[in-house]
C-alpha cells in the first residue's frame, strides 16, 4: 500500500487522457482512456476531506466521496471500489457518462478558486481497477424469502435490482430487448461506454442473484398484473423513455430522416457499423442534426464514425445555452462537426423524379430549409425565448436528418395496467418514495420524469428499493 501523499494544492485537475481527435472520428474505440494509477493517486491529493462533505449532496446516489477518494490517496484501490458500490450499483459506468460538473464536482470546494477535483475520473479508474485485477465473485447474501419484479433493465432498474439483491431479495428483472442494459446499450455510443464495461456490470449484478430475463415485453408477453400473479410482492417500473419527439414539419416522414432514438439503437444494439450489417442505416454524405443535448452530440459523432463527410448540428438557442456537457460538445468541436446555433429547421426537403416514379431516388431527403433565431427575453421559467428572425431562411444539401429533440415514456405499461396514473406527458406519477397509484407497483427514472441523466434515475431505483424493503420485510 502506498504511503500518503503531501495535499496537491494545483489549481487545475490531471486532464483526461484521450485518443487523438482525427484518428478517433473514424473509429469506434473508446474516446477517454482513463487515469493511470499515478495520475488517480495525484488527483486524490487535490481532495480537501472537506468535513461537511458538500460534494456527497450533490450525488444523487448519496456515494460517500471524499472516503473512496481517500482509499485512492493511500492507494488502497479495493477499498474505494468497495465504498463506492455501497451506494452505486453501476460505478464503472457512471464514471463515464454521469454529468458530474453539474452534481458532485459542482459543489467541490477546490471548484471555488480553480477546477474542481475530477471525481467522476477518479470514480471511473477505480472501477476499472477492480475490473482489470480482481476476480472474486460478490458475496451472496442469505435470501429473505421475498420477491420482486423489475421491469426494464435500464439504470433505474438495475440500480433498484442491485440494492434489493443485497439484502437477500430474489430479483428478476425483465427487458423486452435480446441485451440487458437499456440506455445504457441502445442509446450511449461504444465510444463513449463501451458495452463491455455494461455487460460486466449487469454479470456482477447477476453473481449477486439478480436474474435477468430478456425478450420479454411486459404489457405484451405478460401483465403486471400477470407478474403478481406469478408470485412476485412488488414491481418496479423502469422502462425509461423511448417513444421519440418529432417537430411536426413538413419533410420528417421522407426516407433518411431518422430518430435519434432509432439512429443510435441501429449504429449501437443492432451493430450497423459493421461493414456487413443485419439491419440497415445511412452512412456518409451529409448529416443533420437537430438538437442540443447529449443524444444529439452522440447521434452526430456517430455519424462521422459512419463514413459522414460532414455532420451538422442544427441548435435554435446559442452556444451558451446548449444542454449538453461541456465535455462531450468540445470532443465533437474536435473532431470537426459543425455547430449551425441560432437555426432552427422549418422543412426536410426530399427528390422526386415526375417523369420516374419508380426513380429509386424519389422520396429520399436532399436538403433542409432553417431558419436563423435570436434571443429573447426568459419565459416562465426563466429560460430565453428563441426567436425567428423574419426573411432569414436558408437551404442546407444533406442526405439524412437526425431528429434529436427529446423522447417521452412508452405508453405500453400505462395502457396495460389498470389503475396507473400518468401525467400529461405520459409519466407514471409517484409518491416521493417511488409508489405509483397502484398499491405494490413503483416505478422511477424516465419512465417518471421523462428524458434524464443515467445518475438521477440510478437514484430513483435506490428510492424505490428502500420503500420496497420497508413495506415488504414489515409484513
Known amino acids: 500500500m502506498a504511503t500518503p501523499s503531501k495535499p496537491n494544492m494545483t489549481p487545475k485537475r490531471n486532464a483526461m487522457p484521450t485518443q487523438d481527435a482525427k484518428a478517433r472520428a ?20 487535490r481532495c480537501l476531506s472537506c468535513k ?9 446516489v448519496r456515494i460517500h466521496i471524499p472516503a473512496f477518494i481517500e482509499k485512492i490517496r493511500e492507494g488502497d484501490f479495493e477499498g474505494a471500489y468497495q465504498i463506492i458500490t455501497k451506494s452505486s450499483s453501476l460505478p464503472a459506468v457512471c464514471g463515464r457518462v454521469c454529468p458530474q ?32 485485477f480482481c476476480t472474486d465473485d460478490p458475496a451472496r447474501p442469505a435470501p429473505n424469502g421475498h420477491r420482486v419484479a423489475i421491469v426494464g433493465s435500464g439504470p433505474s432498474g438495475l440500480s433498484c435490482a ?36 455494461v455487460a460486466k456490470e449487469v454479470d456482477t449484478l447477476k453473481k449477486l442473484g439478480v436474474k435477468i430475463e430478456t425478450n420479454v415485453v411486459i404489457g405484451k408477453t405478460l401483465t403486471v398484473d400477470e407478474l403478481f400473479d406469478m408470485g412476485y410482492e412488488a414491481v418496479f417500473i423502469g422502462t425509461g423513455a423511448g417513444l421519440p419527439n418529432f417537430m411536426g414539419i413538413p419533410g420528417e416522414a421522407l426516407c433518411g430522416v431518422y430518430s435519434a432514438n432509432e439512429f443510435l439503437t441501429r449504429s449501437n444494439l443492432m451493430k450497423a457499423y459493421l461493414d ?17 443535448g447529449n443524444v444529439a452530440m452522440d447521434a452526430a459523432r456517430t455519424a462521422l464514425r459512419l463514413g459522414a463527410e460532414k455532420v451538422s448540428i442544427i441548435y435554435r438557442r446559442s452556444m451558451d445555452e446548449l444542454p449538453a456537457r461541456r465535455e462531450e460538445v468540445e470532443h465533437a468541436i474536435e473532431e470537426g462537426i459543425e455547430f449551425c446555433v441560432l ?41 430565453r425565448r428563441a426567436i425567428a428572425i423574419e426573411g432569414s431562411k436558408f437551404s442546407m444539401d444533406v442526405n439524412t436528418v437526425i ?73
Open 276 to 292: 456487413d450489417p443485419t439491419t440497415p442505416i445511412r452512412k456518409g454524405g451529409k448529416v443533420a442534426v437537430v438538437g442540443g
Open 403 to 475: 431528429m434529436s429533440i427529446g423522447t417521452s415514456p412508452n405508453p405500453l405499461i400505462k395502457s396495460t395496467t389498470e389503475g396507473l396514473e400518468v401525467n400529461r406527458r405520459g409519466g407514471i406519477v409517484v409518491s416521493e418514495d417511488g409508489l405509483t397509484s397502484r398499491r405494490g407497483v413503483y416505478a422511477g427514472g424516465d419512465a417518471v420524469t421523462g428524458a434524464a441523466t443515467v445518475i438521477s434515475a440510478m437514484g430513483a431505483g435506490k428510492v424505490a428499493a428502500k420503500a420496497i424493503d420497508e413495506a415488504l420485510s414489515s409484513n
Open 101 to 132: 460538473e453539474t452534481q458532485c464536482e459542482s459543489k467541490c470546494v477546490r471548484g471555488i478558486k480553480g477546477e474542481s477535483v475530477g471525481i467522476g475520473r477518479l470514480e471511473r479508474f477505480v472501477a476499472d481497477w477492480h475490473n482489470t
Open 52 to 60: 461537511n462533505m458538500p460534494c456527497v449532496e450533490g450525488c444523487p
Open 26 to 45: 473514424r473509429n469506434f474505440d473508446e474516446v477517454a482512456l482513463g487515469y493511470t494509477e499515478e495520475m488517480a493517486i495525484d488527483e486524490a491529493n
Open 162 to 197: 442491485g440494492d434489493l439483491a443485497k439484502i437477500g431479495y430474489e430479483v428478476t428483472v425483465f427487458e423486452a430487448l435480446h441485451t440487458a442494459g437499456g440506455v445504457l446499450v441502445y442509446g450511449i455510443p461504444e465510444f463513449r461506454l463501451p458495452k463491455r464495461i
Open 343 to 383: 437555426t432552427n429547421p422549418t422543412e426536410i426537403g426530399g427528390y422526386y423524379n415526375p417523369d420516374d416514379p419508380r426513380d429509386p431516388r424519389n422520396g429520399f431527403v436532399t436538403s433542409i430549409t432553417c431558419e436563423k433565431m435570436r434571443m429573447g427575453e426568459p419565459d416562465e421559467r426563466g429560460r
